[in-house]
Each structure stands twice: as C-alpha cells, then as structure tokens.
C-alpha cells in the first residue's frame, strides 16, 4: 500500500457525504487537504471541524469555469503539484423522460460533465509535468448500468466514463493513474429529493463507500485499480 503522508490530496465535493468522510479519513493517514464545494458555509463547517486552516479551502460552483479557474489559482497557491485529486460532487435527477426537463438535463451535463473536464483542464497538466498522480470519479453504477428516469444521470456518467477512459489513453506513457467507482444506493442526501421506494437503512453508508476511495487513494505504485463496483444486495423496496 502507498503511504499517504504528505500526499497533496484535494477533494471536489467536500461537503457531500462521502466527500466529507473521505476527507476526514485521508487526514487521519497524514495527507495535506484542500478541500472545495459550493455552499462556502457548509466548506466552512466542514473545515473549521477538522482543523484544515483557511488558505486550505475555496467555495468553487462547478457550473462556473471561472470558479474553477479560481479554484486551481487558490490550490496552486497553497501547494506546488497535486498527486491526489477526488471528485465526490455531483447532482442526479431521477424522473421519466416525458417529466425531465432540458434545463434539468443541462444542469446534469453541466455538473456531472462538464465540471469533470474542466478539473482535468485546470489540474491535470500539472500531473503531467510530475509524470505521476491519481485521478477518482465517481460514475456510479448508472455510469454503467442504466435505469429506468435516469436518462439525464446516465448520460453525464456514461459521458464520464468515456472521457475517463480515452484521457487514460493519452497519459498511459506517464504514472499518472484514473480510477472510476462505480456505487450504487449510497445512503447519502442523494436521495433526499428522489421519490423512488428505497430502503436507505439497507444501502452503502457513506463511511463505507468513504473507506472504499480511501483504500484507493493508497493502490501500489506498480499497478492500477482501473475501476471499482461497490454495491448493497438489496435495497429496492417489495
């Protein structure tokens, strides 16, 4: 296993679920943070809670490529390379088609897309000049599997996975390593505004998927972990 002490890790989607606790075990292995997500309030508490000192965290809204931008200026100001970066953020919205919206559809893309790019835009090319790194998404299972009202979700997943897949292809000459995670029913606020019969106390706890990208975060330097399917059994209502 890689030693994460002193790694420069930073983390989109801090003040998610499993952003949070993905944080707070990274921390406990002595990495360096730098944390981001939209609600500049919650990045706060988040934060202040572990003790990640103020230059170590910047609000970015993902839709917003000058947020992003700024985003980079902050990291690079902080740290001088990135050998870790995860991206826990992300949007679903589940409806049927006939329901689903362009906007919505849009948002999706945007987020779950668009936003993915432009991190490897702002951040990989600095993982290029070092020839080595690590790269986490989390496509979800419906980046792999689709379901039924998860046209817009599946698509901005299965756009990531694709994009993923063909950047690995241009840096497999380099160290740098791309992970893909695919979850599926992690019982986080995802779900809070799904109307879908779930049975939440049966699914993947975020301190359990948390742990899954933390052992990631850790794979040996002599190999890669291409892809990771982390599933409950059953969490479908009868």
Not at 131 to 158: D, E, H, Q, T
Not at 177 to 183: E, P, Q, W
Request: a neutral charge.
């Amino acid at each position: 296993m890689e030693s994460l002490r002193g790694k420069h890790v930073l983390v989109v989607g801090a003040t998610g679920d499993i952003g949070t606790h993905t944080a707070r075990l990274l921390q406990s292995s002595g990495a360096s943070l730098f944390l981001t997500g939209r609600d500049a309030l919650a990045l706060q508490t988040v934060a202040q809670s572990m003790g990640v000192p103020s230059s170590h965290f910047f609000a970015a809204d993902l839709q917003e490529p000058s947020s992003i931008a700024q985003l980079a200026e902050h990291y690079f100001s902080v740290f001088p390379s990135i050998d870790i970066l995860i991206n826990a953020s992300g949007i679903g919205i589940i409806k049927p088609i006939e329901t689903l919206t362009e906007e919505e559809m849009l948002q999706t893309l945007q987020i779950n897309l668009l936003a993915p790019f432009r991190l490897l835009k702002a951040f990989l090319p600095a993982m290029k000049t070092a020839k080595k790194g690590l790269i986490i998404n989390i496509p979800g299972v419906l980046g792999k599997v689709p379901m039924a009202g998860a046209a817009a979700y599946s698509a901005s997943k299965y756009g990531l996975v694709g994009m993923m897949q063909s950047v690995r292809e241009e840096i497999k000459r380099t160290d740098i390593r791309i992970t893909n995670v695919f979850m599926g029913g992690v019982n986080s606020g995802f779900w809070d505004t799904i109307d879908l019969r779930v049975q939440r106390e049966k699914m993947i706890q975020p301190e359990e998927a948390a742990r899954s990208i933390w052992f990631l975060c850790q794979q040996p330097v002599s190999g890669v972990v291409s892809e990771m399917v982390l599933q409950p059994f059953n969490h479908q209502a009868i």
